[in-house]
């Protein structure tokens, strides 16, 4: 039997099914909406991170939690169309996660998913050691089984990132834990209980060696042993932001992988995220190297 194929950056936690739902607003109270399109692809952070990777030449693999079910037999085709290894993952009786997106047309969601509680990969599903990767990619969802690989990423010298989207148990657990920690403005808002973004930041001192936070249509700001740093964002017209902090993660962590000064990285990792809320739904707007490429010229 061969040897599993060492990639570029193996990623960790959340694969889901997003049903998305373009509408006029979201729904209000006992609302009936009639939606204006509909599709259907995969989602969740660390799987639209691994796609991200695949489209910008890089090679990852996924690891987490597919049920024995419809969903998961089409999110593993879905990582075989795009190129992604996912022979490591986790499945089991308990349904595939599914998230119902609806989209206004300023581009804003708002999402209600369902997850079982026992959706949930085995502390022993994958390690470092039998699936080498240049970096690791986590994104809280499945914490045992990521706290496991960031403590072996470390003994190993493999850098490891958290995408903090939330503060739930996995990023409480996790976020000073990682080489680096990327957050959005709402975990860092949370965490801090402030809503500038370079205090927020500042609250963060001493989680990692890198931390930076994703600010939406601001940019991103972000810290290291120099002092504090700002990536302003590129300015488009959003006709759906899901999954455009995904493609932020996925594309910064491919930069860490083929060894990109930080400053090219965030600029990089920005431009992947602008290019993603470009198109309705997360899946099927994750942008190619070639777009962004153009883009950071």
């Given at each position: 039997m061969s040897s599993p194929t060492p990639v570029d950056v193996l990623c960790v936690g959340y694969a889901c099914v997003d049903i998305n739902f373009n509408a006029a607003h979201h729904p209000t109270a006992d609302e009936k909406l009639r939606a204006t399109n509909?599709?259907?692809c995969g989602g969740g952070p660390a799987a639209n991170a691994a796609v991200t990777i695949a489209r910008l030449g890089g090679s990852a693999r996924f690891s987490g939690y597919l049920g024995n079910d419809a969903f998961g037999d089409a999110h593993l085709r879905e990582f075989a169309n795009h190129g992604v290894h996912a022979d490591a993952l986790h499945r089991g009786?308990?349904?595939t996660p599914v998230a119902a997106v609806t989209i206004k047309p300023n581009g804003e969601r708002s999402i209600i998913d369902y997850r079982a509680p026992s959706a949930i990969a085995a502390e022993d599903t994958i390690s470092l050691a039998k699936f080498p990767a240049k970096v690791l990619l986590i994104d809280g969802h499945q914490p045992?089984?990521?706290?496991?690989?960031?403590?072996?990423?470390?003994?190993?010298?493999?850098?490891s990132i958290l995408d903090a989207g939330s503060i739930n148990d996995g990023t409480q657990l996790l976020y000073n834990k990682v080489d680096y920690l990327i957050t959005s403005a709402k975990f860092a808002k949370h965490y801090s209980g402030e809503d500038d973004p370079r205090t927020a930041l500042a609250a963060l001192d001493g989680a990692a060696p890198l931390i930076a936070c994703t600010w939406g249509a601001d940019g991103v700001y972000w810290q290291d042993k120099y002092g504090q740093h700002h990536t302003p964002a590129f300015d488009i017209e959003a006709v759906d932001t899901t999954g455009a902090g995904d493609a932020f993660h996925g594309a910064f962590a491919l930069g860490i992988a083929e060894g990109l000064k930080t400053k090219q990285n965030m600029r990089r990792a920005c431009a992947s995220g602008a290019l993603t809320c470009l198109k309705a739904g997360a899946r099927s707007s994750l942008p190619t190297r070639k777009a962004v490429d153009a883009l950071c010229q």
């Open positions: 509909m599709h259907t009786d308990a349904p045992l089984l990521s706290l496991t690989l960031v403590e072996e990423a470390r003994a190993l010298g493999i850098p």
